[in-house]
């Protein structure tokens, strides 16, 4: 899109994926329960398996529609990025466009990109809605991506749900949980870091 489209298209296709962007995550979540659902346990049904009403299969499916306008307008902004005198340059030289963008604008974009993938995966990491409402609230370790499962942000929500003695061993295992989230994505974010200023291929202009 950002190589092969003209401004209007590509002004149009970003306007959408911000909007997309700004739905609330409980519309997510509500659009897994009413239509994901369903329709995942109809399929594992006529299958031969049993998926729970709840499970991570149907919160995964709704995260990935939920994280794609994000990671498609970051990716496309790492794209956007690369200088035009490297496709200029590339192109006086002969090479088709096709060329130029795999050989050319994709690996100088390449750190921002793989820096908007872990982003994004620090975004997953924090969502609470459509994981409580798609996956359920119960703790337990398992493959099966049928059966209903929990996350930390979950459980922090759980914990923290009305009167709380503040002195309680649930009330202080809500902020570890906390702190352990705060620190995964926090070591995300300088990974992200780290790999756009130290594999960013310098450009002279």
Not at 89 to 116: F, K, N, Q
Not at 150 to 172: E, P, R, Y
């Amino acid at each position: 899109m950002s190589e092969y489209s003209d401004k209007r298209v590509r002004n149009t296709f970003n306007t959408l994926l911000e909007i997309l962007c700004g739905i609330p995550t409980v519309v997510y979540g509500y659009f897994a329960v009413v239509f994901l659902s369903p329709n995942i346990r109809s399929l594992a049904k006529f299958c031969g398996f049993n998926a729970q009403s709840e499970n991570a299969l149907v919160a995964g499916i709704a995260i990935g529609i939920m994280i794609l306008p994000f990671i498609t307008l970051l990716i496309e902004n790492a794209l956007r990025s690369v200088p035009k005198i490297l496709r200029y340059g590339s192109m006086a030289l002969g090479a088709t466009r096709a060329e130029t963008t795999w050989h050319i604008v994709v690996p100088y974009a390449l750190p921002d990109i793989c820096s908007s993938v872990i982003l994004s995966i620090s975004r997953v990491i924090g969502e609470t809605m459509i994981v409580l409402m798609a996956a359920g609230v119960t703790a337990s370790f398992t493959f099966n991506p049928l059966h209903s499962v929990t996350t930390i942000t979950v459980q922090i929500a759980t914990i923290l749900t009305g009167d709380q003695n503040f002195q309680s061993v649930h009330t202080s295992s809500a902020y570890a949980l906390g702190l352990t989230l705060f620190i995964i994505t926090w070591m995300l974010n300088l990974l992200a870091a780290f790999i756009t200023r130290k594999t960013r291929i310098p450009s002279r202009t």
